[in-house]
């Protein structure tokens, strides 16, 4: 009897597992990394296979056709689920919104988890889980338990550098794991970054990257007692007040006139007030069942809950658009 179609595909995909890089998650970060990824990945081994994979179909598909019309030569495919990808791939890679996706992607019916149940014993060996999500640490360590209970090596990866940052591949990553799971990874996040930190043992990157995100979302460059934007910002970014919330992401128009940060693109194209309240939120959940004081954090927490309820428009926005709201606040529009 001559094999079927599928079942050719299925060997195929078997011969080629180790070679063949899966990426989970094409949102506005996702998809710049993946790009940089499987572009570095086909310069170093022209071999190499590709798989995507998103909840909205369209946006798999359209990374697909965008990679390939610039690169003809690579091996693509689109997947319609995370156990197929894990099916696929040897090395896969996720950037989800937070922890009921990864939920869902990793542990639930046509997830990665239940997909390494199916491989023999020494198959899940081969896999390595790299996921760049900011989510509740201690779903992450569960999630990464249930992986290497089949001896698959898997990190949690969050990233540092915003959308600008992944696509002129710049990253910080923060790397949460164990030593032999962090150097495994290691060039595939040379691939996507610049700084790969490992922070220690699994969850580790993700509390990392939570008391960054803490500490940016608590930062406001204001314009105040007339100065001239650019002025106050260059007094801050030469003096002890210098931090990256001012240097390269100042929500103030006009602040940094040789750079061109959300502000000067109506607050397109960065790191989303709805994903920085997440953040916000995974900090406070944090602090509070280690009992400890966050005074600066819930303030800044309630602001950005705050912005969402009363300008909702701005959840999609880069969040140093809070400083439109808190303009708006003011009741004049006067800086």
């Not at 495994?184 to 970054?193: F, R, V, Y």
């Not at 314009?223 to 650019?230: E, H, M, R, S, T």
């Not at 007030?273 to 966050?294: N, Q, Y």
Request: hydrophobic content about 40%; overall charge neutral.
């Amino acid at each position: 009897m001559k094999p079927t179609f599928r079942a050719l595909r299925a060997l195929h995909r078997c011969t080629t597992r180790a070679r063949t890089t899966a990426f989970i998650g094409l949102g506005r970060m996702g998809s710049e990394m993946a790009h940089n990824l499987f572009l570095n990945k086909l310069s170093e081994s022209p071999d190499s296979e590709f798989v995507v994979c998103d909840a909205i179909p369209d946006s798999a598909a359209s990374f697909r056709r965008s990679f390939l019309s610039r690169f003809p030569e690579a091996r693509i495919e689109v997947v319609n689920t995370p156990e197929e990808a894990a099916l696929a791939a040897g090395t896969v890679v996720t950037m989800l919104p937070s922890s009921p996706e990864v939920n869902t992607v990793y542990t639930e019916s046509n997830g990665i988890i239940p997909a390494l149940r199916l491989f023999s014993a020494n198959k899940p060996q081969q896999t390595l889980l790299i996921d760049s999500t900011t989510l509740d640490v201690d779903v992450a360590r569960r999630v990464a338990s249930a992986a290497e209970e089949l001896k698959a090596l898997m990190i949690d990866a969050p990233v540092s550098g915003g959308v600008a940052g992944a696509k002129a591949g710049t990253l910080s990553f923060l790397v949460g794991g164990t030593e032999t799971a962090f150097r495994k990874a290691e060039p595939i996040l040379a691939h996507m970054g610049k700084r790969i930190i490992h922070c220690g043992s699994s969850g580790a990157g993700l509390s990392a990257k939570i008391c960054n995100n803490l500490v940016l979302g608590s930062c406001f460059s204001v314009q105040a007692l007339g100065l001239d934007p650019a002025v106050l910002a260059g007094v801050i970014n030469s003096s002890t007040g210098a931090c990256w919330a001012s240097s390269v992401n100042n929500p103030v128009p006009s602040s940094l006139p040789d750079k061109s940060p959300p502000c000067e693109r109506d607050y397109e194209g960065g790191f989303a007030t709805a994903l920085m309240l997440k953040d916000m939120l995974l900090a406070s959940d944090i602090a509070s069942a280690r009992s400890s004081p966050l005074p600066l954090g819930q303030a800044a927490r309630d602001l950005y809950a705050d912005v969402l309820k009363m300008s909702p428009e701005l959840a999609k926005k880069d969040f140093s658009s809070v400083y439109r709201y808190l303009k708006d606040l003011g009741g004049d529009g006067q800086d």
